[in-house]
């Protein structure tokens, strides 16, 4: 069973109720972002933190950024007034907004200059027995189609987005953002060790996209200890 909270150097997660808790894979995830943030000139006005679970991501980037409005939504009631709580607790409570809406009913008064979205994935595979977990990891209430309109009708015209998911599901995503002219501009691929296969793929999205880059990480080192370059990423997050 896992913890009930996950203790940051800056930040706190509980996660008793949101149905998806912090893992390995959610934390890399933010991180890479937010280092992509701070090595950039400026940081976005609006950032939008799309099914937002304990509201870790929303959090990491929360850490790297001064001036930063951050909205973060989630269809899950108890998934929503987690992450709230999490925001009120941090140091960033006034840039942080968690609201309860579905993407597809979402309706706000801007456009968002960052997207970041780790979305569920499971398909028609085996569902257990608590609905909470099941909505934060199934696709039935979130499609690639309906997660690819969305970032289309929210995002700037010069924003980017970043998106996880794993190798087969990603190169099917890809095909639904091209149909809205926003193309992969960086390309994370993650392994767990050099030898296996890719884990997960982080994509940054863009409309104005240049030649796309693509790299690989390394989880970990063939003997199981975590990679210098994982620490290194993590290192301002992990106790």
């Known amino acids: ?31 890479y972002v937010a280092n992509s943030l701070e090595q950039a000139a400026d940081e976005p006005n609006y950032m939008l933190d799309i099914g937002t679970g304990t509201g870790l991501l929303a959090l990491i980037l929360a850490q790297v950024t001064n001036r930063s409005s951050i909205e973060a939504i989630d269809m899950s009631e108890n998934a929503h007034s987690e992450a709230g709580e999490n925001f009120n607790a941090s140091h960033w409570k006034d840039r942080l907004f968690s609201s309860h809406q579905s993407l597809q009913k979402f309706n706000p008064s801007r456009l968002y200059d960052l997207i970041i979205c780790n979305p569920p994935f499971f398909g028609k595979s085996q569902k257990g027995t608590t609905e909470q977990k099941n909505q934060a990891i199934h696709n039935d209430h979130l499609s690639m189609e309906e997660l690819s309109s969305g970032i289309d009708r929210l995002l700037t015209n010069e924003g980017v987005a970043w998106i996880m998911y794993p190798e087969w599901e990603m190169k099917a995503f890809i095909k639904w953002m091209e149909k809205s002219q926003i193309l992969p501009c960086s390309t994370v691929l993650v392994r767990n060790k050099a030898e296996a296969p890719v884990f997960r793929m982080i994509v940054k999205f863009s409309r104005s996209t240049s030649d796309e880059i693509q790299r690989e990480l390394l989880i970990r080192e063939g003997n199981g200890s975590y990679s210098q370059e994982f620490l290194n990423l993590v290192e301002n997050y992990y106790l």
């Open 1 to 31: 069973m896992p913890n009930s909270f996950f203790q940051f150097k800056q930040f706190r997660v509980n996660q008793v109720r949101s149905g998806m808790k912090v893992t390995t894979d959610g934390c890399l995830f933010g991180a």
